[in-house]
């Protein structure tokens, strides 16, 4: 895959929707008059369909009617006069959002992206775009440039009205990391091989617009809510060789950023993307000709679009056919990639300096200037010593602290809320952790898959899958009487393991003596079973454990039955 994959991921995060860049003063150029159907008009201009010529008299409401973009408005990008909050309500406001779970707000700056002619003010940068770059670079073992550049990307999309993006195409902010992921192979994929991804660069850029294909009305609709969100570009270099390591690599890269807080990485709702760049070739010889997978927005469609497009690539070269430089997409119905636009033609994308951001300075401990104000600079290794405990650290603890399989260390981290499930459990139980990590993965996993729910969407809370195990942990219960106490759990809401197990009568039988007749009435009931265990077939004591099971509606312990039944037949 030449070039590996290009990821982007918005690192404000948690629902920080603010444009990386600000300006205070900006205004949008228009002929004439400025109002606000002049900068209607700024953007429909860019627009390739024959849009209605704008009449005064036509309110603001109509107006929008006829556009040809799917305009969840900010309504503050309509406005020319915009506010700039002050630092301390915008970190209220966010931290608001983020108790409230919102995934948007309303611009805190006046840098509109959508509007052609707006700019942003020199040396004007969201500091916390920078910080999470920085963070994300040292996770990822990269170099980080101490100088790095901005630039502008000429190129027209309608997704894209200002004409241009900013990015870091000379000098990016991070260089040279590396990816550490891990894959479950053999038979039972019980063995876990760890492989390397090279990362080329991490860069800042400008977020653009989405493009929303509505194919029943055959026409293309724009969501220009993200665009100018600062974006995080990682490029790794070409080092996997089929769609579920590259799946991995991205789940492995998601939990970085989770655990960093520079985005909440959630594929479904856009905060992640994948381009997938895929070449074949034989061995020894040069990568082939690439083709480009664009926007793959989950692990499994990842997998699935890498493994169809090398599958359509071997099978077009098998033919004497030529793979096309182009870029293409992927179809989840038909399960294959479909063409998009060719690149056989080189864009030229017109790089040149970004003449409103002059460079972005950093600083270590070594050379951080005297009397610098904190707020006003970047200090690398104060950024290194806030770096949270990684994905790969806490597996590795799992595995030492709880005595855990290192694929069952894989799975409780895959999981969104599962490792924090299971130390909740763990905190309240007195069972061993390796049958806590067995009811999790086992059961609560298996009935989480079945009924296609999250774990925060759970009906059996940490305490009550705890306390059951405290009941089966003092032989209180039998295993299957467990199992049918969490099967209850699962139906009934509100309802603890303990008064599930009155209502049902399901503790184990304690009188000894009564257990023994009941054995006893079971052996006289059945002797040709009890003269076939005499005569050593290990079917007949199982037969015979079920038996008295049965008789005590399950409430006696198998392993205290069978003691008492080979101790009768051995007298």
Not at 298 to 308: E, K, M, Q, T
Not at 418 to 432: D, G, H, M, P, S
Request: net charge neutral.
């Amino acid at each position: 895959m030449e070039e590996g994959l290009r990821l982007g991921a918005g690192p404000a995060g948690k629902g920080d929707g603010a444009p990386w860049l600000s300006s205070p003063s900006s205004r949008p150029r228009s002929p004439g008059k400025v109002n606000t159907h002049g900068q209607l008009w700024s953007v429909w201009k860019f627009m390739p369909r024959s849009l209605p010529t704008l009449n005064s008299s036509l309110d603001l409401k109509s107006n929008l009617q006829h556009l040809q973009i799917l305009w969840y408005l900010f309504l503050m990008h309509l406005c020319l006069e915009l506010s700039r909050h002050t630092e301390r309500e915008r970190e209220a406001e966010t931290q608001a959002e983020r108790e409230a779970g919102s995934m948007h707000r309303e611009p805190d700056v006046g840098f509109d992206p959508g509007s052609p002619g707006s700019r942003p003010e020199p040396k004007v940068l969201n500091r916390r775009c920078v910080e999470a770059a920085v963070m994300t670079g040292l996770a990822l073992k990269c170099h980080i440039n101490k100088k790095s550049l901005f630039d502008r990307k000429h190129y027209f999309y309608a997704d894209l009205p200002a004409g241009y993006q900013i990015t870091q195409q000379r000098l990016p902010i991070a260089v040279n990391g590396s990816l550490e992921y891990s894959v479950c192979v053999g038979k039972k994929r019980s063995q876990v091989i760890t492989r390397t991804a090279r990362i080329k660069q991490i860069q800042l850029e400008q977020d653009s617009g989405k493009s929303l294909h509505d194919e029943l009305r055959s026409q293309t609709l724009i969501d220009l809510n993200r665009a100018g969100v600062g974006l995080l570009e990682v490029v790794l270099e070409p080092d996997m060789s089929c769609g579920e390591e590259a799946a991995t690599a991205v789940r492995e890269l998601q939990l970085i950023l989770q655990a960093l807080g520079t985005s909440q990485a959630n594929m479904a709702e856009g905060q992640l993307r994948v381009d997938a760049n895929i070449s074949v070739h034989h061995p020894g010889e040069p990568l082939g000709v690439r083709t480009e997978v664009k926007n793959l927005n989950s692990a499994r469609f990842l997998a699935r679009a890498i493994d169809s497009e090398i599958e359509r690539q071997i099978n077009e070269l098998e033919n004497g056919r030529e793979i096309l430089n182009e870029t293409r997409s992927f179809d989840c119905k038909l399960g294959c990639t479909i063409p998009m636009r060719d690149k056989e033609g080189k864009q030229d994308y017109r790089f040149m300096p970004e003449p409103n951001l002059p460079p972005l300075l950093l600083y270590d401990t070594a050379s951080l200037p005297p009397g610098a104000d904190p707020q006003q600079v970047i200090n690398i290794d104060r950024i290194r010593e806030q770096l949270p405990e990684l994905p790969s650290e806490t597996r590795e603890q799992l595995v030492q602290q709880y005595g855990m399989l290192p694929e069952h260390s894989f799975t409780i981290l895959n999981e969104v809320g599962l490792l924090e499930f299971f130390q909740n459990v763990i905190k309240e139980t007195r069972a061993e952790p390796k049958k806590v990590t067995s009811w999790i993965l086992n059961n609560f996993l298996g009935f989480l898959k079945q009924q296609n729910l999250a774990v925060n969407e759970s009906p059996v809370t940490p305490s009550a899958l705890a306390e059951l195990l405290n009941l089966l942990d003092r032989k209180a219960i039998s295993s299957s009487a467990a199992k049918q106490v969490f099967e209850e759990l699962w139906r009934s809401k509100g309802k603890t393991p303990s008064q599930i197990v009155s209502e049902k009568q399901l503790e184990l039988m304690q009188d000894g003596e009564a257990l023994n007749q009941v054995c006893l009435a079971v052996m006289e009931e059945h002797p040709q079973v009890v003269l076939a265990m005499k005569r050593g077939n290990p079917r007949a004591i199982n037969k015979l454990i079920g038996l008295v099971r049965k008789a005590t509606l399950s409430r006696a312990d198998p392993t205290v039955i069978k003691e008492i039944l080979e101790k009768k037949l051995s007298s």
